[in-house]
Structure formats: structure tokens, C-alpha cells
């Protein structure tokens, strides 16, 4: 009989931990529904901060960028106005920004490693998630001139840290809807007439979904381009095959095909690597973005461009104006807050300015993903050594793991009889001792760890 997945069983489990008064934290990787959660939240559009309690309702899924969540907002604790768009009562979707799935976030991780030389952004970094929300904002207000309506973009009302999962959230209007009809379409010839622009005959053309999703999509990826987001464009990239799931239907508009299409995800998971294109789509995308100098893709918006299109019809944007500012400073500390070579290039030889911020933004993240506490901040802090110490032992740490995954390839090769068949005077494997790697690099990887918890936080040292 297959088990199933108990919510009742997980809070027993929960139970039994805080029982046993353990120093250790509770490792939390999701939330089960019913749970009761409460939040500092920042307003995207005021900028002030609100308590706000709410309760999971349900898990919606997840791939790359983060988890999403159905909630219902119980409490909001907050002078007025300070959480604009948000209601008790009401159900809003909330994204926290760290993958459900080991393997997932792994993969994210090593991606946006590679291409930034930095933890991902959106995860650990405030500013990062404050900046993509306000991006949204201008967004909707550019899809209000272009659409005649905001309503099809989502609107996103405020960021905040999860101190469990460790990463930061955000939380927007939820959207009763669907991604797809399937629809069966027996003129797939005439299909493809209407794709080229090419005359076909009106009365047998088909998949009327599928035709107001295409148009509306690509007009969308135009008018973020228009505006200076291009990357964020990438999100809605027709043609990169996993956009489409971005873009909803709302379920109350179901009788007409046009109508009820929404943007609902700003938030890229995975990082646009030059050398690992990873749909059709993406070798379009990585000639664009190196024609716009833009060698590594993930959110990178232009911000004169922006200037330009708001320029281009103040009046629409005047209640956005103070905004704009608050922008331009999130996305200074976003953008140098990871080496990022291939955008910050010979600055980085240069700017002190660039380096502290770096420094800086390494502790936040490292507070944002609960690896110190806030004495292990301050100290941290005021010592950038300290702080390269601390970023050295996750490095030797690593290199352990990587030890280990090397021994075990070893072993493998060995059991299967592989490296007597490949061994020559050239290349000697048979003097590799590949149960020592393991053992080591084992080792090598809990003890560093292990230092760096114990370091970081002061109930692991109890624990330990
Ligand atoms: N605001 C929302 N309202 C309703 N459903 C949503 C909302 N945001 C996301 N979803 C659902 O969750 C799915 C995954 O969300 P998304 O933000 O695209 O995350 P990811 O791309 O990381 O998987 C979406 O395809 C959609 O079905
Ligand atoms: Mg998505």
C-alpha cells in the first residue's frame, strides 16, 4: 500500500521535537497547510513595515525560483497605510524565494554560482527582492498603457524574510486560475499560416486559447523590452517552452478565449549561462543579451531605459515617481552585492566601494538564511577578515564534498572493472586509494561545516 503524505503525522513529529527542549534548530524545508505564520512585510509602495499573520492554506508548487503558497492574511499589525493592498480575511499567493526539492535548489545555486560568483540574490538579499517587486509595479502601470488595464499583471503589495526556511518572500494578489486548455485543433496547416502572418481561410482556423496566449505573450515580451526589462522578458520568451505556466487565465473569464490572460511570475529561477543554452528558445536569448552586453541572464533591467518610458508619458506614472528612487538605490546595492564578472568586469580590481558591499551582503544573506545569529553578525561585521574566514570554511567544506564525489566515481571504476581497462603509463589510476577520498573528504566536509555552524550560531555551539 502506498504511504501517503500526513500533515497530522509531520505535526506530531514537530511536536515531539520542541518536547525535547533541543538546542539544534528544526530543519523546515515547506510548509503543510493549516500552519500559522507571522511576518514583518515591507510594502512595496510605501516602503514601511507591518506585522502581518497568516495562515497556509495550501502549496501550489514550485520549480527553480521558489516555493508558492495559497494564504489567508488573519492579522495585520500596522500604522495606517503602512500595508497598502493587503486585507485580513482576504487570500493572497505568497513565494518564498528557496526551492522545496534539494535537487532543485542544488542546481539553481550551482547555476547562479557559476554565472555570479554570489549566492542567489533573490534568496538572501532584501534589496534583490525589493527591487524585483518594484520593477513589477512599473510593470503593471506600462501594461495599463499598453493593455488598457493593470489587471494583467499581478500585483505584488510586500517582501519580507522567512527566518525558518531562510530566504526572503513576497507576497501578491492570489489568482483564481488555470494555465492551459487542451484544446484539439484539427487545422494545425492553417495554424501555422496564422503563426507566419500568411493569408488562411478564417472559418477553419482553430485553438482560440492557444492563439490569444501566443499573441498576448509575445506583445508582453515587447512592451518589457520597451521598457528596459529585458530580462525579465525571459519569463514570458515564447519560445523557450517553460514560460507558459507563467501566464494564467482567470478561471472567472473562461467563456471568452481573450480574455483574463495575467503575468504571474517576475521571479527567474535559473540563471541564462552563455555556454548552457537550455530550450530552443535560449540561444535566441543569449545572442541578445550579449548584443546588449549582458553575457550571464536573470532579472538585469536598463534603468535609463525605463527613465526613457516613463518619460515618454509622465502623467501615467506620477504616483509612481518616488518609487523610481527607491529603485535605483535597491538595484546599486542588488547589482554589487555578487563579484558578477562579466558585468562588474575591471571594477572589480578597483572599487572599494564594490568590495564592502559584497562583504556586506555576504553577512545579510548569511543572516537571511539563519547560518548566524546576530552577535555573529555585529562581529561580522566589523571585521572583513572574519568574514572571508567564514566564507573559506564553506569553501573547504565543499571542496570535502567534492573529494568524496571523486572517491566514490573512483570506487565505482574500480568495481566495475573500468580503470584496469583505461590504466596506462600515462595515466596511473590504479594507485588512487578511493576509500580514503571518501573517508576524508567526508570528513573534510562535516568538520568544516561543523566549525562553521558552531561558529555562526550560538545554540549549534550548545548543541554540539
Ligand atoms: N499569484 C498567483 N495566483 C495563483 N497561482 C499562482 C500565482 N503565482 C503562481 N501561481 C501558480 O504557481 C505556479 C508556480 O509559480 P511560479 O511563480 O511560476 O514559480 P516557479 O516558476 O518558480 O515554478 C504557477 O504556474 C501558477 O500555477
Ligand atoms: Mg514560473
Not at 33 to 58: D, F, H, R, W
Request: proline share 4%; hydrophobic share 40%; aromatic share 12%.
Amino acid at each position: 500500500m502506498a504511504v501517503e503524505y500526513s500533515v497530522d503525522l509531520c505535526n506530531e513529529l514537530k511536536q515531539t521535537f520542541k518536547s525535547k527542549a533541543l538546542y539544534r534548530p528544526m530543519r523546515v524545508d515547506r510548509y503543510d497547510p493549516g500552519t500559522e505564520l507571522s511576518y514583518e512585510m515591507q510594502c512595496v509602495e510605501s516602503g514601511k513595515n507591518a506585522q502581518v499573520t497568516l495562515q497556509i492554506e495550501k502549496f501550489v508548487g514550485g520549480g527553480y525560483a521558489g516555493q508558492v503558497y495559497r494564504v489567508k492574511v488573519t492579522g495585520i499589525d500596522a500604522p495606517d497605510g503602512s500595508a497598502r493592498g493587503i486585507e485580513t480575511g482576504s487570500t493572497y499567493a505568497m513565494k518564498i524565494l528557496i526551492p522545496p526539492s534539494t535537487f532543485s535548489r542544488l542546481f539553481r545555486n550551482t547555476l547562479y554560482w557559476i554565472g555570479f560568483q554570489g549566492p542567489f540574490q533573490l534568496q538572501t538579499n532584501p534589496a534583490a527582492a525589493r527591487s524585483g517587486a518594484i520593477w513589477q509595479k512599473f510593470i503593471r502601470r506600462a501594461a495599463k498603457i499598453r493593455f488598457g488595464s493593470e489587471m494583467v499583471v499581478n500585483d505584488v503589495h510586500a517582501t519580507f524574510v522567512d527566518n525558518k526556511l531562510g530566504s526572503c518572500g513576497e507576497i501578491s494578489d492570489w489568482i483564481e486560475g488555470r494555465t492551459w486548455h487542451l484544446e484539439v485543433d484539427d487545422n494545425l496547416d492553417t495554424l501555422k499560416l496564422w503563426k507566419k502572418g500568411k493569408a488562411f481561410d478564417e472559418k477553419i482556423l482553430d485553438s482560440a486559447e492557444y492563439r490569444a496566449k501566443y499573441r498576448f505573450m509575445h506583445n508582453f515580451v515587447d512592451m518589457l523590452h520597451d521598457m528596459g526589462a529585458h530580462e525579465f522578458a525571459r519569463q514570458y520568451e515564447w519560445s523557450t517552452c517553460k514560460s507558459q505556466p507563467n501566464c494564467l487565465k482567470r478561471t472567472d473569464c473562461d467563456d471568452d478565449p481573450e480574455a483574463g490572460l495575467v503575468a504571474v511570475d517576475f521571479r527567474a529561477g535559473l540563471a541564462l549561462l552563455p555556454f548552457l543554452p537550455m530550450s530552443p528558445g535560449d540561444f535566441k536569448l543569449i545572442g541578445k543579451g550579449i548584443a546588449r552586453k549582458s553575457l550571464v541572464q536573470f532579472d538585469r533591467g536598463n534603468m535609463e531605459e525605463l527613465e526613457n518610458f516613463i518619460n515618454a508619458c509622465p502623467a501615467d506614472f506620477e504616483d509612481l515617481k518616488p518609487m523610481l528612487d527607491e529603485l535605483k538605490k535597491c538595484e546599486d546595492i542588488y547589482r554589487d552585492s555578487v563579484p558578477d564578472i562579466t558585468h562588474n568586469g575591471t571594477r572589480l580590481l578597483y572599487s572599494g566601494k564594490l568590495w564592502n558591499r559584497i562583504f556586506d551582503s555576504a553577512v545579510t544573506g548569511w543572516k537571511v538564511r539563519n547560518i548566524i545569529d546576530e552577535r555573529t553578525e555585529v562581529s561580522l561585521r566589523n571585521s572583513k577578515s572574519n568574514t572571508f574566514l567564514f566564507f573559506a570554511l564553506a569553501l573547504f567544506s565543499g571542496m570535502g564534498l567534492l573529494y568524496t564525489i571523486a572517491g566514490v566515481i573512483f570506487g565505482l571504476m574500480r568495481l566495475t572493472g573500468l580503470v584496469e581497462a583505461i590504466d596506462s603509463p600515462w595515466l596511473s589510476l590504479r594507485s588512487v586509494y578511493w576509500w580514503p577520498m571518501i573517508i576524508g573528504g567526508v570528513i573534510f566536509f562535516n568538520g568544516f561545516r561543523m566549525i562553521r555552524k558552531a561558529w555562526g550560531r550560538q545554540n549549534w555551539r550548545k548543541h554540539y
